[in-house]
């Protein structure tokens, strides 16, 4: 079984969404090692998270139906894996 680190770039639907719902929210689906928002454009902010996962769970197939799943998410882009 090998484990991925993931960070994930996580739009919010608009800029009224509150970020720290959508924080609440991954740490209660995710094993989040990291979170954190990062500047887009015009006060629009995205949120920045980095989990751990395994080929096991499915890798970042089971992380992204998880995210998926969030409310108040426009999109979500993988930005960066890693095998550990």
């Given amino acids: 079984m090998g484990k991925i680190s993931c960070v994930y770039k996580i739009m919010p639907e608009d800029d009224e969404t509150d970020l720290e719902k959508i924080k609440d929210q991954l740490r209660e689906e995710l094993d989040v090692e990291d979170i954190g928002e990062e500047e887009v454009a015009f006060g629009l902010k ?3 998270v980095s989990t751990i996962t395994t080929d096991e769970e499915g890798g970042t197939d089971a992380v992204e139906e ?3 799943d969030l409310e108040g998410i426009q999109s979500i ?3 960066h894996f890693d095998k550990l």
Wanted: aromatic share 0%; no cysteine.
């Fill in 46 to 48: 995205a949120v920045k």
């Fill in 66 to 68: 998880k995210l998926e």
């Fill in 77 to 79: 882009e993988l930005e």
